[in-house]
């Protein structure tokens, strides 16, 4: 009896370890565990994938609104312009850029000029005064005027307000619609936004093009510093009227990109500083070959100081040779004088040699005050420059073309428009291609946090990428970059973002390695007591049942 | 002559299996191989400018040499043509200020003491503790906090040319960093795997002479890397000789030999990258030097070295200028709005603030 009843409280007791062995084991694998698995998680937004994927497959579609507009007394029969009308339509119609996913529009009318505008063409003197005529806010639109050919207007005028006035030869329509496209192709840089959509979607599918090597990719700000280096205060003393020559001829051409890009403006003089390099001796005046200007920069590059903001800067240099070295000239590979006697570096800026004249005649006179020197000539030279670099410049494809200038370093409207046209399809596919490659990298690599902060900018990159294609598919310009800008700001700042690195430190293999001695120690018992239990269970069942 | 290193490091190494998918892609534009050449019709090379990145990541007085590797190669760069702002110099350790350095201020990459490598212009950008695996990695992937200051980052583009330096103790498939940490080969080939996805570089160029370096590039995957290394899987990198007034190596081989190859080579030099492979022979170096090309897209063979140590920049004569103008200066000559103190309106509402102290990361 009492031995029953020791032998009944003995596997009592067992029975308790057991349960308590298996409650413990339950509640680590079914709190435990999830509660680990939750909280080491990598914490991830869900983010548009699906969207970002089709961003690169939807076309970039461009509009562009031409209006021709007849203005010559020559009568036609009353089907000549539905007749040009159709032809030019057909011309013009959508086009596929070599099978990328970029295509144009023309939303093309033609109409008689109406009395007004023809007086006013009549009264025109010279070519200048033509600028004048029909004058457009619309930086999208295009007219083409057809006029009589006359002495002001003996090939075709290029205005700067969007307005090309074509000298009528009498062609039939279909000569006249193939030269409009022509000029139409050539003004707004048709080519140009290719290559830019080329160049953006990197250099998997680039040809080099010098154009896009050149200059700076769109970049919100631009630091612009212009350098005077004075190599021999003691012997020549020079200045230079900076501020006039920044207000009078720079500040135009940065007033034309107001709102679409900042530009910060300095400037400083140094003393004691020549220009690296040995340049070579000539008869009579030094010079520098072309192998030779790489190396006139290097050695500068470092005495220029640095930035203080991230923007990509453009450096010009105005340097004043030493007096044992002047005349100092750059050569061509054809030992040929360079007539503005400057150079530029890619992404880097400018360097132009200012020799100072009649230096050489009366050396042994002191000089009586500092020379100062001439900022128009300067100025020519660095606004040529920057409009490379930033690629405003317009190559004309059509040679005997007649374009008025605007006096100033003004941009044109159609250069503006050019410019907005296509930095718009360049930012496009930047903003594209960053949303892509970051959603390749997060899956590549599953360490990467997303924030809630993050999945705000790239959603509103995504956003913004589909506004700035519908604008430009409807023909606002101005609006379609404003928000192709906005959407490579969002993409840049999500991708580049610091909380993107807070893991990734942290390779997958070094988990075990923090894992295993935590969870081997308590583990073990567990399971081994979770498995005692079960078969403990098991037998008593089978003893049962017997 | 041999240095300490580790040979076998207590690391779990976990079979890497994610990033077979990308590796197609060095193929793909090999294709583009032809354009390279027309590159040359109006520029000389297919990037505009040149950065570089040199790392050492060991510290203590024992690891002088490292210092001095870095050092030396800076010195090197330098030399050939690349700004302070375009370097990105990472010393994890101060050997010329250290106690036991009986020439303070100075650092000597040789036992005759004729070039001293810390001299006048040395520009560190990251020193001491900073110098982590997550700054390393921060800076080539561009993640830097908003208030880092210009001259600790890397502003590349896809125009490019990258010189990765690296020097430390390291094993298979890692390098330390300052004792404390190390960065795996893995680690390193995403984050330029990621520089290449978002078009931070043309060309790179890594360099590594540690331990067992080979290991460090064979996980590499992104286009365009051309990698060089001063042993093999299972070799150890020895150093070249001790200064016995300091008591410790102050040099290791196989830089020694590539700073010796690279004294010889002038701003203007057609060195190419295939004599720079040669460097440092068995015999010489006693490590084998290992090199990987087939992620790079051009021949070894036409590649300058100066693409990658130097700064050769592409020029362009201007040749026609546009016509402005001519607007004369006003008589009053009153452009520049200067006011003195008391002229001026002041806009005394603006409200200053200093930037962060220690820059703070957004989680």
């Known amino acids: 009896m009492e031995t029953i009843t020791k032998k009944e409280t003995n596997e009592n007791e067992i029975r308790t370890h057991h349960i308590a062995a298996l409650g413990i084991g339950i509640l680590c694998v079914v709190i435990g565990i999830p509660l680990w698995w939750k909280t080491t998680e990598v914490y991830r937004v869900s983010l548009p994938y699906s969207d970002i994927q089709h961003l690169s497959d939807t076309k970039i579609e461009y509009l562009i609104d031409v209006d021709v507009i007849w203005a010559t007394d020559v009568k036609k029969d009353s089907l000549f312009l539905p007749d040009l009308a159709l032809n030019l339509n057909r011309l013009l119609e959508v086009k596929q850029h070599q099978g990328s996913t970029l295509f144009s529009i023309f939303r093309v009318a033609v109409r008689e000029a109406e009395k007004s505008e023809l007086l006013a063409i009549k009264k025109s003197s010279n070519v200048a005064e033509l600028s004048g005529v029909l004058a457009s806010d619309n930086v999208n639109k295009y007219n083409i005027i057809i006029t009589q050919e006359s002495s002001i207007i003996s090939q075709p005028v290029v205005a700067s307000n969007n307005n090309v006035f074509l000298p009528y030869n009498n062609a039939d329509t279909s000569g006249l619609s193939a030269q409009i496209k022509h000029l139409l192709m050539d003004i707004i840089r048709e080519s140009a936004v290719f290559k830019s959509l080329e160049a953006a979607q990197g250099l998997r599918a680039q040809r080099p093009d010098k154009d896009t090597m050149r200059s700076f990719r769109f970049h919100p700000g631009f630091d612009i510093t212009f350098t005077l280096l004075v190599p021999e205060p003691d012997h020549v003393s020079v200045t230079w009227n900076i501020e006039h020559g920044l207000k009078a001829y720079l500040e135009p051409l940065l007033d034309s990109l107001k709102g679409y890009t900042k530009f910060s403006v300095a400037s400083q003089i140094l003393y004691f500083i020549s220009l690296g390099g040995k340049p070579k001796k000539g008869d009579n005046f030094y010079y520098y070959s072309e192998q030779d200007l790489p190396h006139v920069i290097n050695p500068l590059e470092s005495k220029l100081g640095s930035h203080a903001s991230n923007n990509p800067g453009l450096n010009y240099v105005v340097g004043v040779p030493l007096k044992s070295r002047s005349p100092l000239y750059i050569l061509n590979n054809k030992g040929e004088r360079v007539p503005s006697n400057s150079f530029i570096s890619p992404r880097w800026g400018g360097i132009l040699i200012y020799n100072i004249e009649g230096e050489g005649a009366n050396v042994s006179t002191p000089q009586t005050g ?44 159609w250069e503006i428009a050019g410019w907005l046209r296509c930095r718009c399809v360049e930012n496009l596919v930047t903003a594209t291609t960053t949303l892509q490659s970051l959603a390749q990298l997060l899956e590549e690599i599953k360490n990467i946090v997303i924030n ?40 840049e700042l999500a991708f580049f973002h610091p909380s993107l690195l807070e893991l990734l430190y942290f390779p997958e293999d070094q988990k075990f390695a923090i894992y295993i001695p935590l969870f081997l120690p308590i583990s073990l018992p567990v399971l081994t007591s979770m498995f005692n239990a079960i078969k403990w269970f098991r037998q008593r069942r089978k003893v049962k049942v017997e | 002559m041999a240095t300490p290193c580790i040979n076998k490091f207590s690391r779990l190494t976990a079979v890497v299996f994610i990033f077979s998918i990308s590796c197609f892609q060095g193929f793909v534009y090999s294709n583009s191989a032809t354009n390279v050449d027309s590159v040359e019709d109006f520029f000389k090379s297919g990037h505009t400018n040149n950065w570089a990145v040199l790392v050492d990541t060991s510290r203590f007085w024992f690891n002088y040499r490292h210092v001095a590797n870095v050092l030396s190669v800076y010195r090197s760069v330098k030399r050939l043509g690349i700004p302070d702002s375009q370097i990105i110099l990472m010393v994890a350790d101060d050997m010329a200020c250290n106690p036991r350095n009986p020439r303070p201020a100075t650092v000597f990459n040789n036992a005759n003491q004729n070039i001293n490598v810390y001299g006048d212009d040395v520009e560190v950008d990251y020193r001491g503790y900073e110098v982590t695996v997550e700054n390393f990695i921060r800076v ?38 300052q004792d404390a940490e190390e960065v795996s080969s893995v680690e390193l080939a995403d984050a330029f795997e990621q520089m290449w996805q978002k078009q931070r570089y043309h060309e790179l ?72 492979f040669k460097v ?22 036409d590649t300058l070295l100066t693409d990658f140590f130097g700064g050769v920049r592409n020029v362009e004569l201007l040749t026609e200028t546009v016509s402005l103008d001519k607007i004369d200066l006003p008589p009053n000559n009153d452009l520049t709005n200067s006011c003195s103190k008391d002229s001026c309106a002041t806009n005394e509402n603006t409200k200053f603030t200093f930037p962060d102290q220690i820059p703070k990361v957004l989680i």
Not at chain 1, 392 to 409: A, D, R
Not at chain 2, 235 to 261: C, K, M, N
Request: hydrophobic share 40%; charged share 25%.
């Open chain 2, 205 to 276: 160029f890594f360099m590594i002479d540690t331990c067992q370096a080979e290991s460090m590039f064979q996980k590499f995957y992104s286009p365009n890397l051309l990698a060089v290394a001063s042993s093999r899987v299972g070799e150890d990198s020895l150093s070249h000789h001790v200064d016995p007034a300091l008591g410790v190596y102050v040099i290791d081989r196989y830089t020694y030999y590539a700073l010796e190859f690279l004294e010889t080579v002038k701003p203007g030099s057609k060195k190419t990258m295939a004599q720079f």
């Open chain 2, 280 to 301: 440092c022979p068995k015999h010489h170096c006693i490590s084998t030097v290992s090199t990987r090309t087939d992620l790079f897209k051009r021949n070894v063979t």
């Open chain 1, 452 to 491: 809630d902060e993050i999945g705000k900018e790239v959603e509103s990159a995504v956003a913004s990428i589909k506004e700035s294609k519908l604008l430009l598919r409807n023909g606002k310009l101005e609006e379609a970059f404003l928000a192709s800008k906005a959407a490579v700001d969002a993409s």
């Open chain 1, 370 to 413: 500092p020379i100062s020197l001439d900022m128009h000539k300067i100025m020519e030279v660095f606004v040529t420059q920057t409009r490379l670099l930033l690629n405003i410049h317009h190559q004309w494809m059509t040679k005997e073309i007649e374009v008025l200038p605007t006096g100033s370093s003004r941009l044109h409207q």
């Open chain 2, 140 to 177: 080539l992937t561009g993640r830097l906090p908003p208030s880092t200051p210009r001259s600790k980052r890397l502003l590349s583009d896809e125009r490019s040319n990258i010189l990765v330096y690296m020097t430390g103790h390291g094993g298979d498939g890692f390098l330390k960093f």
